[in-house]
């Protein structure tokens, strides 16, 4: 088994802050696997922008050294490297300076017909100047695509009052915001199990399903980003995009096709059928120092903060398919685990033919997204053997990599790169759909404002606070543990 290569226009990438940690770490490394894949044609170009004043030499070595850093582990030969640092331009620009742009439209007119995308990796103050300055120089063509990322807003009246910039220049069809989830391999195999198996779709509704759980734990700290993250904290970091697009795509109906705004439609009327999520089935929570690392308070760097590296919420849709249907999301840093996952747990069998004596759990499906992407479907079977009737839980795992004869699991960012260049927003936010998931998770702020409490702080190497174990133990269910195991 293999990854196909899909083969694309030749095209010009901006990247407004070429020189910039998200550069380096994720999308140059992208770009130089799609290249040594041989998806990037000859004549595209790959064009740096920052104001550190660079030749286009420099930044071809600049890129090397982040590829060493970031890509060193991709087997590619001297030649290859040779071949992607020829796409590579620089341009030396503060964006804010109107009578600078010269350069770089001169640079782009030199290809005027070619696919353009311009990806804003700065901080997002930039975005609407960006797309001002791009539209005041002439440069937007229908053809031509804009890439913005995270963090998009603050709070619904800000993701508004960037949209509306972004509009006032670019069609809806021509941005494309990045949820890098979205990219993740499992997430796409999310579609394919549910509306690809008629096995799964006949009991994925409240009848048949008792709870679902979605976890996103991370073994890391906030570490030096403590200035955007303490602004920040795990609702708006993590649930209001990465664990929403989860949520979304386990619960939306099937869509008329595989088609982006049909997925799209699908995935806002999920959120729109959320419930205000009542503030005692919320949780917060903060993380301790330990022997190794300093407390999220000295991370942050600031003694007084109440924002939260943790969180654990319980969510319902109010609509047909998931009345009564708890979904319970948690998220956060410094936990026991790596660890990735949308777990299912179906009801009981209506009518239990065992005896009471023999006891047996409930059937789970666990859909993996890292470590170790994959599925797997707990079976109650019996244990083989003479001595009375056991069951046992049985896990069918099916690893991706293994089972597909150790197919290389691509990076987020390759994927969703060459998704802009194709122009297939699928797997890329609406605006609607961010403004909802803003306007869902605000109201949860609100709460908190007003009700004023506290982060509960636990150990770092756990699996958070102890509120959130009581979150689940009221309703007479447990979190699935913190471990990298079927
Ligand atoms: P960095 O601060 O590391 O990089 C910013 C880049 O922008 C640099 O190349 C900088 O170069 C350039 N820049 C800054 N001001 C200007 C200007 N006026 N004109 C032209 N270029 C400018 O930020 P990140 O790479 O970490 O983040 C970029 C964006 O991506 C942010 O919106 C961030 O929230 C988002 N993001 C980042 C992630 C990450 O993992 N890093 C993950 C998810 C989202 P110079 O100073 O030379 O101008
Ligand atoms: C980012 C968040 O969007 O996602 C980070 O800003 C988080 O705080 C990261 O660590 C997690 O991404 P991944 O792909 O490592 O699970």
Not at 345 to 360: L, Q
Request: neutral net charge.
């Amino acid at each position: 088994m293999v990854s196909r290569v899909i083969p694309v226009e030749p095209f010009d990438l901006i990247i407004f802050g070429g020189t910039g940690d998200l550069a380096r770490r994720k999308i140059l490394p992208g770009l130089f696997q799609r290249f040594r894949a041989g998806q990037i044609p000859a004549g595209s170009r790959i064009i740096g922008v920052a104001r550190n004043d660079m030749t286009a030499a420099q930044y071809r070595k600049f890129v090397n050294t982040a590829l060493d850093e970031f890509a060193g582990n991709v087997p590619a030969g001297k030649e290859v490297r040779a071949g992607f640092k020829q796409c590579l331009e620089f341009v030396t620009l503060d964006v804010a300076d109107a009578k600078a742009w010269r350069k770089l439209t001169t640079l782009l007119n030199k290809n005027a017909n070619a696919i353009r995308a311009y990806y804003l990796s700065v901080k997002p103050d930039l975005f609407a100047p960006i797309a001002q300055q791009l539209a005041a120089a002439k440069v937007v063509q229908p053809t031509c695509r804009i890439v913005i990322e995270k963090p998009l807003g603050r709070d619904l009246a800000s993701a508004q009052a960037l949209n509306s910039a972004l509009a006032t220049v670019f069609d809806e069809t021509q941005i494309y915001r990045i949820d890098h989830y979205l990219g993740k391999e499992t997430v796409q195999n999310l579609m394919v199990l549910r509306f690809a198996n008629a096995l799964l779709e006949p009991v994925w509704n409240a009848r048949h399903i008792d709870h679902v759980q979605i976890t996103v734990a991370e073994t890391v700290g906030i570490g030096d980003r403590g200035g955007y993250y303490d602004r920040s904290g795990a609702l708006r970091d993590m649930v209001q995009n990465h664990l929403m697009q989860l949520l979304c795509l386990t619960a939306m109906e099937p869509p008329v096709r595989l088609e982006a705004d049909f997925i799209r439609d699908e995935k806002l009327k999920v959120i729109r059928a959320l419930d205000p999520v009542a503030l005692n089935e919320t949780v917060r929570g903060q993380y301790r120092a330990d022997s190794v690392e300093g407390s999220y308070h000295d991370h942050a760097g600031d003694a007084a903060s109440n924002t939260e590296s943790f969180i654990a919420l319980k969510a319902h849709i109010s609509n047909w398919r998931w009345s009564g249907v708890p979904f319970y999301l948690r998220t956060g840093k410094r936990l026991r685990a790596r660890l990735s996952e949308i777990a299912v747990t179906f009801k009981d069998p209506p009518h239990s033919i065992f005896p009471k004596t023999v006891s047996y759990g409930a059937n789970s499906l666990i859909i993996r997204l890292q470590p170790d992407e994959g599925i797997t479907q707990h079976m109650i079977i019996k244990e083989p053997g003479l001595g009375g009737l056991r069951l046992v839980d049985v896990p069918l795992d099916m690893s991706f990599a293994t089972s597909l004869n150790g197919v290389e699991i691509a990076e987020a960012y390759e994927r969703l790169i060459m998704d802009v260049i194709r122009g297939d927003q699928t797997l890329f936010m609406r605006g609607d759909e961010v403004e909802a998931a803003w306007d869902w998770t605000d109201r949860i702020r609100a709460q908190w404002r007003e009700a004023g409490g506290k982060s509960q702080l636990y150990d770092p190497g756990t699996s958070g606070p102890d509120d959130a174990l009581a979150l689940m133990h009221r309703d007479g269910r447990s979190w699935r543990p913190l471990e990298s195991q079927p």
